[in-house]
T-cell receptor
Framework: DAGVTQSPTHLIKTRGQQVTLRCSPISGHKSVSWYQQVLGQGPQFIFQYYEKEERGRGNFPDRFSARQFPNYSSELNVNALLLGDSALYLC????????????FGPGTRLTVT | AQKVTQAQTEISVVEKEDVTLDCVYETRDTTYYLFWYKQPPSGELVFLIRRNSFDEQNEISGRYSWNFQKSTSSFNFTITASQVVDSAVYFCALSEARGSTLGRLYFGRGTQLTVWP
């Protein structure tokens, strides 16, 4: 079975622009979470969705938004990009419940110039 | 508050040495899960293990072993007979099993392990 997939792999944007990142979970998984990993640090929780409903939101500004579609894929949107948004954005999916182990995708490397 | 501390920023060993990566956690919840992930240079986080707070039994999987001690809030990871392919950043993470933070992972800052041939 395919693992978690994310697109695009790399992205370069300019300050003030908007970006959309995409994630497809492992087949059969209903929960998707998004994490931001700044260089040299551990991933930080942004959002969690389960069965298309938002289950949790981390300490990120309203410029960050997400949604989950009926096929359980998900999008993360970031508006008004800042230099500090440059990071690796990781998507994770988990199976029956949000408390189970989360499997991560390869990430999207976002660079804001 | 939830917190995971990995005090070792970088560790270097020579191949075939044993190495232990330390992890100390803080949580007010009595039911929680602990995880270890490996992040090779490619960037993808690879799941290694999940333990729940009620199971303090140590676990061994090949060259990997984990020591969970609730009394000291530690969940340490040992690699026996390390290999060059073990070189990566290793993250310890905590997830609470109840409440508004259910399911979200709290990561430590990671330990960069370098295994030299």
């Amino acid at each position: 079975d395919a693992g978690v997939t994310q697109s695009p792999t790399h992205l370069i944007k300019t300050r003030g622009q908007q970006v959309t990142l995409r994630c497809s979970p492992i087949s059969g998984h209903k929960s998707v979470s998004w994490y931001q990993q700044v260089l040299g640090q551990g991933p930080q929780f942004i959002f969690q969705y389960y069965e298309k409903e938002e289950r949790g939101r981390g300490n990120f500004p309203d410029r960050f938004s997400a949604r989950q579609f009926p096929n359980y894929s998900s999008e993360l949107n970031v508006n008004a990009l800042l230099l500090g948004d440059s990071a690796l954005y990781l998507c994770a999916s988990s199976g029956r419940d949000v408390s189970y182990e989360q499997y991560f995708g390869p990430g999207t490397r976002l660079t804001v110039t | 508050a939830q917190k995971v501390t990995q005090a070792q920023t970088e560790i270097s060993v020579v191949e075939k040495e044993d190495v232990t990566l330390d992890c100390v956690y803080e949580t007010r919840d009595t039911t929680y899960y602990l995880f270890w992930y490996k992040q090779p240079p490619s960037g993808e986080l690879v799941f290694l293990i999940r333990r729940n707070s009620f199971d303090e039994q140590n676990e061994i999987s090949g060259r990997y072993s984990w020591n969970f001690q609730k009394s000291t809030s530690s969940f340490n990871f040992t690699i026996t007979a390390s290999q060059v392919v073990d070189s990566a950043v290793y993250f310890c993470a905590l997830s609470e099993a109840r409440g508004s933070t259910l399911g979200r992972l709290y990561f430590g800052r990671g330990t960069q392990l370098t295994v030299w041939p």
